[in-house]
């Protein structure tokens, strides 16, 4: 009887299931064979079931609640070093029906372990129209499961919708059962057993950490497949800290102009519109900044795809996608369709994505559970704070050590706990008193590393425990500000007339010194303090897989010479470029210069020391003033060195008179010129008129372009992937409030770039 019972499920297993998209389907069938079809398969699942050996089903319920079947039990891989494949059925609160998923377990999951430590992450594969829990698992399985049985990742792949004689149906194929669309319905005759979002996130993670030891408890990542793709992009942008990652398979990008979405959203939700929350497209579109809990966003989608155009529409995702500025890789693959073919051939590469990305969350999990309010946030949160900020008291005067208060934010506010912190030459330049909006007493500081203590009213951008860096130039994104709105600046004028004040956005300081006299705010930032209040629409969030003394880079003087090569000049491939400074900002316009394919960089500076890293960055030509026995700088660049001058030129230095050599080096007809460099109060700049009529033109930048909260995490982002070098900028450090000073001194030597240093001398 086993014999024969084996014999047919081989045969039974090798008869397509229907499914929209397998190989050789028809997405057009009639409801009657699809019903038909849908019968056969429930015969063969009981004909599986009955054909699992009473070992299998003993020892694997062993561990498992009576609420739980095991349906069936297959070894997958060889010998011992193999995982299973199951299937098991349960009665499920959130349709109200019996369910049956297909869970995958690799031979590493630990079966008799709880802890955080021991648990198997997990990847949640979502099935797309007509298909069940065994589609994939059939058409993919052999490959997916072989990948993740290496990775030591677990699969669970979920019906596509609730099942049964007395669960609501429609006549086609892409409405009812096998047509889920991982929402909660609210309309008749759908809301009683169409809740398949709360059932993919909600019950059945918690079933599975229950009955599994934990699984997925460490970490969970979700993939999907068209209607599972859509299922898997919407549930993890709704929600991105409950998933380490998240990939698919050709998905419907924009249900809502879509017509499978059209169809979906309105007979489940009662109009398209009730779909927009559930619509990755419309996600990402309410969004000013990325989800940072994604560094990368995988799509695999075929270019032979017969529903590309129609229902897919990728294009839209990306869109929204730059505007927001969130990285989603779409690989679009010669030749291939929607159907199961398709996945097998880069199931492997998801998979490994995945797993990457699952093992990273795990170990960030158990390190954020061993510093659970390691700072102590919960003790001061909406109390004042009591900490040490260094406050200059009047220009030209060493700035002091102070015990200051640090009130609570107030809405739209969020107060912050400084762990790192860079000095820039704007704070210099502050403290000299070359700035005209410079005021005292204050509290400097711009380029830091900081973590959220807590947040005033109305804050959702953030909260507490989140990495961020103050930035300067705000970005409110509101719809009606046309800064934010423009792809032309990042000039946001929001709360600039407060900022210029040194005060917050409602008027006044949460600054006091011993005496309980208020202290002004520099920049919107002041973080050369242990904690400082910033606008929310100040604080760029970031990963927290990077060190707070190297993200503090990306605040101000990195980000600047970065962006003025990228976004303010876009200089092209092939470019010929002259730098003028190389403090850490010129050296940043080098390294953003050869990134971008420069292939003539002219170094310029008076301190020839400099000129090595420069070389190391990509400089390939560097020129001494003083060497030129007094010889013009522009004469001997658009001259000598080139025949024209250059394509592009910055001035890094604030100097007035550098400005204009660097205009009148440009390449005659089109060469451009940037001003990065900020001159002191009362200096203006000067050239012929001549130069601009013949062509060439003149730029200035503020934060290199950036829209802050948008783009700094993409490069937060970029330096993790090993794509933006940062750590030669930093080449002094300094330890506590108390020793600014000290880096104040080492600025001033000529030999650094960077002195960063870790703000609370109680944290080494």
């Not at 169409?194 to 059945?204: A, D, G, H, K």
């Not at 993200?551 to 990228?566: E, H, R």
């Not at 004469?635 to 000598?640: P, R, T, V």
Request: proline share 5%; net charge negative.
């Amino acid at each position: 009887i086993k014999l024969v019972c084996t014999i047919l499920v081989i045969l039974g297993s090798i008869i397509p299931i229907i499914d929209a998209f397998g190989p050789n389907n028809n997405p057009t069938l009639s409801h009657t064979k699809i019903q038909q079809q849908r019968a056969n398969h429930a015969k063969k699942e009981k004909l599986h079931s009955t054909a699992a050996t009473s070992d299998d089903v003993e020892s694997s319920s062993s561990s498992l609640s009576s609420s739980l079947t095991i349906i069936s039990k297959t070894k997958v891989g060889p010998g011992s070093n193999g995982g299973y494949y199951h299937r098991i059925k349960h009665s499920s609160k959130s349709t109200g029906t019996d369910m049956t998923f297909g869970l995958f377990l690799p031979a590493s999951h630990d079966s008799s372990s709880t802890s955080s430590s021991a648990s198997t992450p997990i990847m949640f594969w979502l099935s797309g129209l007509t298909c069940d829990d065994t589609n994939f698992a059939q058409k993919a399985g052999p490959i997916a499961f072989q990948a993740a049985n290496k990775e030591g990742i677990a699969i669970v792949m979920p019906d596509s919708s609730p099942r049964g004689a007395d669960v609501a149906d429609d006549d086609s194929y892409d409405l009812g059962q096998g047509a889920g669309f991982y929402v909660d319905a609210t309309q008749e005759p759908y809301a009683k057993h169409y809740n398949m979002r709360s059932y993919v996130t909600e019950e059945l993670p918690l079933l599975l950490r229950e009955e599994f030891n934990n699984l997925g408890g460490g970490a969970k990542s979700i993939c999907g497949h068209s209607m599972g793709g859509h299922g898997a992009l919407s549930i993890a942008m709704d929600d991105p800290s409950s998933w380490a990652s998240v990939s698919a398979f050709s998905p419907i990008c924009n249900p809502t102009d879509s017509p499978w979405g059209e169809k979906a959203f309105t007979s489940y939700l009662g109009s398209v519109d009730a779909g927009k929350p559930f619509d990755a497209t419309c996600i990402l579109a309410s969004r000013s900044t990325p989800l940072v809990e994604f560094d990368t966003i995988l799509v695999d989608q075929g270019t032979d795809d017969e529903f590309l155009t129609e229902q897919l529409k990728p294009e839209r995702l990306l869109e929204v996608a730059d505007k927001c500025g969130q990285t989603i890789k779409v690989n679009m693959r010669e030749g291939y369709d929607h159907s199961y073919y398709f996945i097998a051939a880069f199931i492997e590469d998801h998979v490994k994505f995945h797993a990457k990305r699952l093992h990273k969350m795990q170990r960030r999990k158990l390190l954020a559970a061993a510093d659970d309010d390691v700072h102590g946030f919960s003790n001061t949160q909406g109390k004042p704070i009591q900490c040490k900020a260094m406050v200059a008291r009047a220009p030209k005067e060493p700035m002091t050590e102070e015990d200051i208060t640090v009130d609570p934010p107030k809405a739209g506010e969020v107060r912050v706990k400084v762990m790192a912190n860079a000095l820039c030459h704007t704070d210099i330049y502050t403290l000299e008193g070359s700035d005209p909006e410079g005021l005292f007493p204050c509290i400097l500081g711009h380029e830091a590393g900081c973590i959220v203590e807590s947040v005033g009213e109305g804050v959702t951008s953030v909260k507490t425990g989140d990495h961020v860096i103050p930035c300067y130039t705000p970005q409110c994104a509101e719809p009606d500000c046309v800064f934010c709105q423009s792809p032309k600046t990042n000039l946001c004028p929001k709360i600039r007339s407060t900022q210029g004040q040194g005060v917050m956005p409602d008027g006044t300081s949460r600054f006091h010194d011993k005496d309980g006299n208020s202290i002004y705010h520099f920049m919107g930032c002041s973080t050369m303090a242990e904690y400082t209040v910033l606008a929310d629409i100040s604080c760029a969030k970031i990963s927290k897989e990077i060190a707070l003394d190297k993200a503090c880079l990306f605040g101000c003087g990195v980000s600047t010479g970065l962006g003025a090569v990228w976004n303010t000049c876009s200089v092209e491939q092939g470019s010929s470029v002259a730098v003028f400074g190389l403090g850490a900002v010129g050296l940043a316009v080098i390294q953003g210069a050869k990134m971008a394919g420069a292939t003539k960089i002219i170094a310029v500076d008076l301190n020839p020391s400099k000129f090595d890293i420069a070389k190391e960055l990509g400089a390939t030509d560097f020129v001494n003033p003083n060497e030129l026995n007094g010889k013009p700088v522009q004469q001997h660049i658009a001259g000598e060195l080139t025949d024209w001058g250059v394509d592009y030129s910055f001035d890094c230095t604030g100097n007035v008179d550098v400005m204009r050599t660097a205009l009148e080096c440009a390449h005659r007809g089109w060469g451009e010129s940037c001003v990065i460099g900020v001159a002191a109060s009362g200096h203006e700049i000067s050239t012929r008129p001549f130069q601009l009529v013949t062509g060439r033109v003149w730029r200035g930048t503020a934060f290199g372009g950036f829209k802050s909260r948008k783009d700094v995490p993409g490069l937060v982002q970029a330096n993790l992937d090993g794509r933006l070098p940062i750590d030669h900028f930093i080449t002094h450090r300094f330890n506590g409030v108390g020793e600014t000073n000290a880096a104040v001194d080492a600025l001033h030597s000529g030999c650094c770039l960077r002195a960063v240093g870790g703000m609370d001398q109680n944290d080494k």
